[in-house]
């Protein structure tokens, strides 16, 4: 269930994407940095290999050999939530790493975001 805090934030950001470059958000959320429409290579627990793609406009794809899931991401203040997924929705800190990301539940790394 969306709060009326996440409503206003999701709205305030909708309507500046609306009226500004993204390059100017991408200091805000790295989910924004990360959203450019170009493929992720993806490594989750386990060591599992995905192609993930992230677009502006809160699409994403996910790729795993021969399947393809379309899902939704939306950028908090340090990272993205993600609703659509198979396993449902979760939300995930991102940080900076020497070849693209890290993304964490908590304190636990959940996902490596490369090119």
């Known amino acids: 269930m969306m709060t009326a805090r996440r409503f206003a ?9 609306q009226a500004t470059p993204l390059a100017a958000f991408a200091q805000q959320s790295p989910a924004l940095a990360v959203a450019d429409g ?5 490594t989750g627990p386990g060591g ?4 993930m793609t992230f677009y502006p406009d809160g ?3 996910m790729e795993m050999g021969i ?3 379309s ?3 939306s950028p908090t203040d340090d990272g993205f939530c ?16 020497a ?10 790394p959940t996902i490596q975001l490369s090119r």
């Open 38 to 42: 170009k493929a992720w290579s993806a």
């Open 67 to 69: 399947m393809s899931k």
């Open 99 to 108: 070849t693209g990301y890290v993304g964490y539940e908590g304190d636990a």
């Open 82 to 97: 993600l609703s659509g997924m198979p396993n449902g929705g979760k939300c995930v800190r991102l940080e900076p790493s």
């Open 9 to 17: 934030t999701a709205l305030a950001l909708a309507l500046c994407l």
């Open 48 to 51: 599992r290999k995905i192609k």
């Open 71 to 73: 899902f939704s991401w």
């Open 59 to 61: 699409q994403a794809k």
